[in-house]
């Protein structure tokens, strides 16, 4: 999966960059408008990721130039200003999700996949495992069909073990996914959400194994040990 991400931050866009490839995309990043415009209509990509506030550009109109060559590609829009007239003129000019910074790396990868699903045939953005559902566009997560209250970094700690079932995710990974930009997230907080979020899956069987001094692993569901029956 290709991305072009439009951002003229250089400490977001880096960031970004590299969360997106330890994701596995390919990522090519342009600084104003002008090189999305063109990048854009000489090569093909999967989803735009495009900041509005760029230079020599806007974003919309960098998105109404596309949408004016009939292309489809999904669009992810950044802003820094969440004004609700703003959003109305990005999606009236085509862009199908809008996210208003700060934002949790964790989400944004959640839409970046949802978008990506859709933009190859509008695969389905609902993740099961077991007994757990987790719906990647309306970030809710259920057992056996009951919808499960977990917090922002509770959903953002499950998206990012589910994107890995069965692999090793480090302490430093999820610290890097679960922060804000702007905010920090410590080792021990990422212990407590481990705990919470354990006690609310590992009812239905479902379990995050610890390897300790390591990190964190979602069981595949077939390996994990059935509750007894009683």
């Known amino acids: 999966m290709r991305i072009l991400l439009a951002e003229d931050d250089s400490v977001l866009a880096d960031g970004l960059t590299r969360s997106l490839r330890q994701s596995g995309y390919a990522?090519?990043?342009?600084?104003?408008?002008?090189?999305?415009?063109?990048?854009?209509?000489?090569?093909?990509?999967?989803?735009?990721?495009?900041?509005?506030?760029?230079?020599?550009?806007?974003?919309?109109e960098v998105l109404r130039r596309l949408r004016a060559r009939s292309s489809l590609l999904p669009v992810l829009i950044l802003t820094a200003a969440d004004s609700i007239e703003q959003r109305v003129n990005g999606l009236d000019l085509g862009a199908d999700d809008y996210m208003a910074?700060?934002?949790?790396?964790?989400?944004?990868?959640?839409?970046?996949?949802?978008?990506?699903?859709?933009?190859?045939?509008?695969?389905?953005?609902?993740?099961?495992h077991g007994p757990l559902t987790y719906d990647q566009v309306g970030r809710s997560a259920y057992i056996n069909e009951q919808m499960l209250d977990l917090s922002a970094r509770e959903l953002g700690l499950l998206e990012i073990l589910l994107a890995r079932t069965g692999r090793l995710v480090s302490k430093e990974q999820l610290v890097d996914h679960l922060c804000e930009w702007g905010e920090e997230v410590s080792n021990n907080a990422i212990e407590v959400y481990v705990h919470r979020?354990?006690?609310?899956?590992?009812?239905?069987?479902?379990?995050i194994a610890t390897v300790r001094g390591l990190g964190y692993c979602l069981e595949k569901y077939s390996d994990a040990p059935r509750p007894e029956a009683k």
């Open 197 to 207: 979020l354990r006690k609310k899956i590992e009812v239905g069987g479902v379990r």
């Open 101 to 128: 910074k700060p934002f949790a790396l964790s989400e944004l990868e959640a839409r970046v996949r949802a978008l990506t699903r859709r933009g190859q045939g509008g695969g389905s953005t609902v993740i099961k």
């Open 27 to 60: 990522i090519d990043c342009v600084k104003n408008g002008q090189e999305a415009d063109t990048a854009l209509s000489t090569q093909e990509f999967d989803l735009l990721i495009l900041d509005l506030g760029l230079p020599k550009m806007p974003g919309l």
